[in-house]
């Protein structure tokens, strides 16, 4: 019995000290230009700040990236550099360059990397994503206002996945409640560092324009003119099928097939604030002298932690709705979110 409890007890050392050891293995390691080596794990760089987790502390160390001179890892990393490019693997020290980290089998600069996240071997890994909240009231005429908001972001090498989606909703005295809803995804595989192709899909439910329901598919691609890991300007374009059921029965419901060009830039670079603007112009091609205008503004000012405050406003425009409706569905909104 006794030899039986010693060996038991030797297996669970044996245990404690593999576990202790793989934990090791895997633990990143950042090397200050002091000298000094801050062992755990790397959380992401972002904003010329590497953020990394320790067992020692309850709380994130943030290091200025001008402060660090290396950094090892044996976990897969998503990287992108000043100038647009994307690379995928562990991080070693390059020997042979001073200042520089091996991505996989690429060498880059520290002064070059502008951001970086892990990149795990499991799919849900990958996400980012958002959600805000707001809610406003004023006693005159009892007007009240609640918007939601949420965005879930997807992003290997090679695949950029955005999908958003709102709701508002507005009632006040001796005035019909309306609401608005919106779903839309925009799927890129880039092709190297400047091109992509996409396709894209649009909700629209608007009391306003008295939409049930707009549905719009298209693909095309696109190229960014302008592309960092903290900014970017991108300008695409395809074609489209746009179909349209309205709240009144007695309007037919509508086809259309569409071209599309848009324009989107983003930008992290303000610092206190992330910007998000995007504009699609679409003309139909085969509803004479119809063309749609979608546009979007997202100010995201950045709060401890990563809670925001939004200011967003959106403008729907149709230039030949059915008689008797709204061309135009446009507003604005303040609301709380976090990034997660």
């Given at each position: 019995?006794?030899?039986?409890?010693?060996?038991?007890?030797?297996?669970?050392?044996?245990?404690?000290?593999?576990?202790?050891?793989?934990?090791?293995?895997?633990?990143?390691?950042?090397?200050?230009?002091?000298?000094?080596?801050?062992?755990?794990?790397?959380?992401?760089?972002?904003?010329?700040?590497?953020?990394?987790?320790?067992?020692?502390?309850?709380?994130d160390?943030?290091?200025?990236?001008?402060?660090?001179?290396?950094?090892?890892?044996?976990?897969q990393?998503?990287?992108?550099?000043?100038?647009?490019?994307?690379?995928?693997?562990?991080?070693?020290?390059?020997?042979?360059?001073?200042?520089?980290?091996?991505?996989?089998?690429?060498?880059?600069?520290?002064?070059?990397?502008?951001?970086?996240?892990?990149?795990?071997?499991?799919?849900?890994?990958?996400?980012?994503?958002?959600?805000?909240?707001?809610y406003?009231?004023?006693?005159?005429?009892?007007?009240?206002?609640?918007?939601?908001?949420?965005?879930?972001?997807?992003?290997?090498?090679?695949?950029?996945?955005?999908?958003?989606?709102?709701?508002?909703?507005?009632?006040?005295?001796?005035?019909?409640?309306?609401?608005?809803?919106?779903?839309?995804?925009?799927?890129?595989?880039?092709?190297?560092?400047?091109?992509?192709?996409?396709?894209?899909?649009?909700?629209?439910?608007?009391?306003?324009?008295?939409?049930?329901?707009?549905?719009?598919?298209?693909?095309?691609?696109?190229?960014?003119?302008?592309?960092?890991?903290?900014?970017?300007?991108?300008?695409g374009?395809?074609?489209?099928?746009?179909?349209?059921?309205?709240?009144?029965?007695?309007?037919?419901?509508?086809?259309?097939a569409?071209?599309?060009?848009?324009?989107?830039?983003?930008?992290?670079?303000?610092?206190?604030?992330?910007?998000?603007?995007?504009?699609?112009?679409?003309?139909?091609?085969?509803?004479?002298?119809?063309?749609?205008?979608?546009?979007?503004?997202d100010?995201?000012?950045?709060l401890?932690?990563?809670?925001?405050?939004r200011?967003?406003?959106?403008?729907?425009?149709?230039?030949?709705?059915?008689?008797?409706?709204?061309?135009?569905?446009?507003?604005?909104?303040?609301?709380?979110?976090?990034?997660?």
């Amino acid at each position: 019995m006794l030899s039986r409890m010693r060996c038991v007890t030797c297996l669970g050392v044996v245990l404690i000290l593999v576990t202790a050891a793989r934990a090791s293995a895997q633990a990143d390691v950042v090397t200050m230009v002091t000298g000094e080596r801050i062992v755990g794990e790397i959380k992401k760089v972002e904003k010329d700040v590497l953020t990394i987790g320790t067992t020692y502390s309850d709380a994130d160390f943030k290091i200025e990236w001008d402060k660090i001179a290396s950094l090892e890892s044996d976990r897969q990393f998503l990287i992108e550099t000043f100038d647009g490019k994307r690379l995928a693997g562990s991080l070693k020290v390059d020997a042979a360059k001073k200042g520089t980290v091996l991505v996989g089998t690429d060498s880059v600069p520290l002064a070059d990397l502008a951001a970086l996240v892990p990149f795990e071997r499991t799919f849900w890994s990958r996400f980012d994503a958002g959600f805000d909240f707001g809610y406003s009231m004023t006693q005159a005429n009892s007007a009240k206002q609640l918007t939601l908001g949420g965005t879930l972001l997807y992003r290997d090498r090679q695949v950029v996945d955005t999908a958003l989606a709102n709701v508002f909703k507005s009632s006040q005295s001796n005035a019909p409640d309306t609401q608005r809803w919106d779903f839309g995804n925009d799927f890129r595989y880039l092709l190297g560092d400047r091109w992509y192709a996409n396709t894209t899909q649009d909700f629209l439910n608007s009391d306003e324009q008295k939409l049930d329901l707009r549905t719009t598919i298209g693909g095309g691609g696109g190229r960014y003119l302008l592309r960092t890991a903290a900014q970017h300007l991108a300008l695409g374009g395809g074609l489209a099928w746009t179909n349209e059921k309205y709240t009144d029965p007695l309007i037919p419901t509508k086809d259309s097939a569409e071209a599309y060009i848009g324009t989107e830039f983003m930008t992290e670079k303000l610092k206190f604030a992330d910007l998000v603007t995007r504009l699609t112009y679409y003309p139909s091609l085969t509803i004479d002298d119809r063309y749609r205008l979608n546009y979007k503004f997202d100010l995201d000012f950045n709060l401890p932690g990563d809670w925001y405050l939004r200011i967003g406003i959106f403008e729907n425009f149709d230039s030949l709705p059915p008689p008797g409706l709204s061309r135009n569905d446009y507003g604005w909104s303040n609301s709380f979110g976090l990034k997660f």
